[in-house]
């Protein structure tokens, strides 16, 4: 499992106590007292200790079925260790809350032959579909490229944590007709829901996209690091990520960026503070970022409140 947060607990919870053998679970980030609302694994004392959300749930799985066999990897999932990290798993979850992580997935599973789930929620919208290469679509079948511009986050938008239980329920059940070898209950559609709207999508994604990139092309940009956004040092403390096209709205990401900590900005650049972190943005999405030289933390700092 890629992520351990909303939809990460949900899923590991769902699967261990369902008994599922062995889960591998990476996540790069800390629990903290904002993820609460959503995190259904974590407690006031994890983000008290500022646990890593891996160990927490590994910790929380351990006390109602200590049999399930539980790695927690606190890592960030890069092309360089897509290898090591993925190539033990039957099937791979995504639980992360970013497209380039995906994309990252999606190359790495569809040149491996090896399944994976999608499943993403924001606000109230929840979206998933299983990816079985060779059979079904992939995500570039779906989706050609990344979204481009201002992007939504959970931490912007917020999450109806029902939204994400909903999400991580169908992952999980999907998960499970994987495991047992129920293949042909597997679903073979692009399903969203809307649960606030009232609104509810299914697309078939059963068969790939003529002239996809990723599955037929067998290009796999993202493995290479080709597409992934250089991130460099930048001086002392500090982590400075090259985004490329992501104009950005300074008014409109001071809106969305005010009710997380203090925002400023001019013409030219933005600034926003949120302890211990001090993120500065500028029109063309590019950052640096102050508090920290773990690159892991800047890219999920700029994940959740930028766009991934
Ligand atoms: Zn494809």
């Not at 006031?44 to 160990?55: F, I, N, Q, T, Y």
């Not at 993925?86 to 569809?110: G, H, M, P, Q, W």
């Not at 063309?284 to 030289?293: F, L, P, Q, S, V």
């Amino acid at each position: 499992m890629v992520g351990c947060g909303a939809t990460g607990t949900c899923v590991a919870s769902l699967l261990a106590r369902a008994g599922v053998g062995h889960l591998k679970i990476i996540d790069r980030d800390y629990v903290e007292p904002s993820n609460l609302q959503r995190q259904s694994l974590f407690d006031e004392a994890d983000a008290a200790d500022s646990l890593p959300k891996a160990v927490a749930a590994a910790r929380k799985i351990a006390a109602f079925n200590s049999e399930v066999e539980v790695s927690a990897e606190v890592a960030d999932l890069t092309p360089e260790n897509a290898e090591p990290l993925l190539s033990s798993a039957d099937l791979v979850l995504d639980a992360t809350d970013n497209f380039e992580t995906r994309y990252l997935i999606n190359d790495f599973a569809v040149k491996t032959g090896r399944p994976w789930i999608y499943a993403a929620a924001v606000a109230a919208y929840a979206v998933t579909m299983n990816i079985i290469p060779g059979e079904t679509a992939c995500l570039s079948c779906v989706f050609p490229a990344p979204p481009e511009g201002m992007v939504e986050t959970c931490d912007t938008a917020g999450i109806l944590n029902s939204a994400v239980n909903l999400v991580g329920s169908i992952e999980a059940t999907e998960a499970i007709k994987f495991l047992v070898g129920a293949q042909a209950k597997l679903r073979r559609t692009l399903l969203s829901f809307d649960v606030w709207g009232n609104e509810q999508a299914e697309i078939s994604a059963a068969k790939p996209r003529a002239g996809c990139q990723t599955c037929q092309q067998h290009d796999f940009v993202h493995l290479a690091g080709a597409r992934r956004p250089q991130i460099t040092m930048c001086g002392r403390n500090s982590v400075q990520i090259h985004e490329r096209n992501r104009p950005v709205d300074f008014s409109e990401m001071r809106s969305r960026l005010e009710p997380h900590g203090t925002v400023k900005h001019n013409d030219f650049v933005l600034k926003f503070w949120r302890e211990p972190y001090e993120l500065t943005l500028f029109p063309d999405g590019r950052a640096i970022i102050k508090g920290t030289t773990d690159t892991a933390i800047a890219r999920s700092l700029y994940a959740r409140y930028i766009g991934s």
